[in-house]
């Protein structure tokens, strides 16, 4: 499916950077600037700030004439424009509002957006024009026509199916870039008591065949980690993991890729030894997003907390197959020695141990302190995922109560 991403009417710092990560690493196929109101030479300055390789895949709503001069690749007809610019043989694209819109200028344009078909997330009050059934029974809905309105990551597989070709998304699409403030983080500063409760067991996979059972059986924290796949699959991937997660109230934790973590607007982003650096990703990031960092000793600790994670994934707990250049395994013992490390030095950032742990090891791994534990292989290897996440979340309970 296409995905389009559409700008905000206003202008905002940063927003030719935000324009060229979704082109070049977030699986969008074009950006449409839609600037109402805006003059020439503000809109073709935002343009010159983007690689003039990405350009092609621009389209605009206003002020045309810049695409006919080669600053962007399309054009898009609309109310205010509602013809292209003499001579213009690039992309040509049109708002429609009715089916009957569709099937008038279905043969004149590349394609067509059509909306609203959901409730508008940025129009107050700009509700969805269509039901699932008119849409699928109409005959018009073909691979030429783009869903607008309301249209988030977690709809896309809806879309798929009513036949739509494509999404376009507002709001959605620029989740993470400009938005700074964020409730739910779990932060010394910030605790969510929502989300420290979720935090008592991490579900981490490479696949969404048993994500539904987990969380069926009680997991609310998934960190999908797919280390051997392109951005553009890691995306795929990443918003039906997200989907199921919000239907669950799920937190949905990126592995390793920043840049995806905004792009899906994911709840936040885990980063091992190896890779980006905390305090580079928090300052990408802003306060929004939870940042969670790999440890394996008392150092890796304090100098995550130091770069300003928001949690530790403290591990191996034994040797376990499902991660690759494994640092040295800690044991009961190695946990309680760095747990009590930490409460000496004052650092109280939720710690989940990870790495090999099976049901009979909870008890113990959570008598030396640490928040929650992480497992993979044990419920992607069960029969009974979500009996055995439930199985996992009892004997967690039962500690803490005890």
């Not at 994911?266 to 939870?290: C, E, S, T, W, Y």
Request: net charge neutral; with cysteine.
């Amino acid at each position: 499916m296409k995905l389009i991403a559409v700008t905000t009417p206003d202008f905002w710092p940063g927003e030719a950077g935000a324009i060229t990560a979704l082109l070049a690493h977030g699986g969008f196929c074009r950006v449409h600037i839609r600037k109402p109101g805006a003059d020439a030479a503000q809109i073709e300055s935002l343009l010159e700030a983007i690689p003039g390789e990405l350009r092609h895949r621009l389209s605009l709503h206003d002020c045309l004439e810049l695409a006919a001069a080669g600053l962007a690749g399309g054009v898009h007809l609309n109310s205010r424009n509602p013809v292209p610019p003499e001579g213009f043989n690039g992309i040509i694209s049109r708002s429609c509002h009715s089916l009957e819109e569709v099937r008038r200028h279905a043969a004149a344009a590349d394609y067509l957006f059509l909306s609203p078909i959901f409730d508008s997330i940025s129009k107050t009050g700009y509700k969805g024009a269509f039901s699932t059934a008119g849409l699928k029974s109409s005959g018009v809905i073909t691979d030429k026509v783009i869903a607008l309105g309301g249209v988030t990551p977690e709809r896309i597989p809806d879309l798929e199916h009513i036949g739509f070709g494509g999404a376009a998304m507002l709001g959605a699409a620029w989740r993470g870039f400009r938005d700074n403030t964020h409730s739910d983080t779990i932060s010394n500063q910030h605790k969510s008591p929502k989300q420290l409760k979720n935090f008592r067991l991490q579900f981490i996979t490479d696949r969404i065949e048993r994500l539904e059972d987990t969380l069926r059986g009680g997991c609310r924290w998934v960190q999908l980690r797919m280390k051997e796949v392109t951005e553009n699959e890691y995306i795929e991937t990443g918003r039906k993991a997200l989907a199921i997660c919000r239907r669950y109230g799920a937190t949905f934790i990126v592995d390793d890729r920043v840049e995806a973590a905004m792009l899906l607007g994911a709840d936040g982003v885990h980063l091992g030894k190896n890779d980006m650096p905390a305090v580079d990703a928090r300052q990408i990031l802003g306060p929004r997003f939870i940042i969670g960092a790999t440890a394996n000793t008392f150092e890796d600790i304090r100098h995550a907390a130091e770069a300003g994670a928001d949690y530790i994934g403290l591990g191996p707990y034994r040797f376990t197959t499902t991660k690759k250049n494994l640092s040295p395994v800690l044991g009961a013992e190695g946990y309680r020695r760095i747990m009590d490390r930490c409460r000496l030095e004052g650092i109280n950032l939720p710690v989940t141990a990870i790495g090999g742990i099976l049901t009979d090891d909870i008890p113990e791994i959570m008598h030396t302190g640490v928040s929650g534990v992480a497992v993979s292989g044990l419920i992607l290897n069960s029969t009974d995922s979500e009996n055995t996440t439930q199985q996992v979340i009892s004997t967690i309970d039962k500690w803490k109560n005890s």
